[in-house]
């Protein structure tokens, strides 16, 4: 009896991975496709530097929903992931973000943000929330 049992809770776990994969996604597409719901403000603004040097600051005044699908966990902490939709091709460098009282915060990696952007994609590619044929290949 222990095999069929423990396959079924296998399964159930997977199911239920699965699931919340889904629900991050479709939070983050909301976030990403309607900022205005959640970003209030933005101001860009350069500073020169010696040379022909720059820097370019951005700040964001938002309200970041309180909102358990964007959970996310790497290793022992879970944090809300907020998508900031900075669209760039290549790495980001000399990318900062605080909060509001100044503390920095974290930035996900190149792998974490692009599986992140896939859980997003699978939710835009699906209709009525049944997946279309060619999810499984992402």
């Known amino acids: 009896m222990r095999g069929p049992i423990a396959r079924l809770s296998h399964r159930a776990h997977a199911r239920h991975a699965e699931q919340s994969v889904a629900r991050r996604g479709a939070a983050i597409a909301e976030l990403t496709l309607f900022p205005q ?48 939709t900075l669209f760039r091709k290549g790495p980001l460098k000399d990318f900062n973000i605080t909060g509001p009282d100044g503390a920095p915060l974290p930035v996900l990696g190149m792998r974490d943000s692009a599986a992140l952007a896939l859980e997003m994609l699978r939710f835009t590619l699906s209709v009525d929330g049944r997946r279309t044929r060619n999810w499984q290949r992402l």
């Open 37 to 84: 719901a959640w970003k209030h403000r933005r101001v860009d603004s350069m500073r020169l530097e010696s040379g022909d040097r720059g820097r370019w600051r951005i700040s964001i005044d938002c309200t970041v929903p309180n909102d358990v699908r964007l959970t996310w966990s790497r290793g022992r902490d879970a944090q809300l992931v907020v998508p900031i």
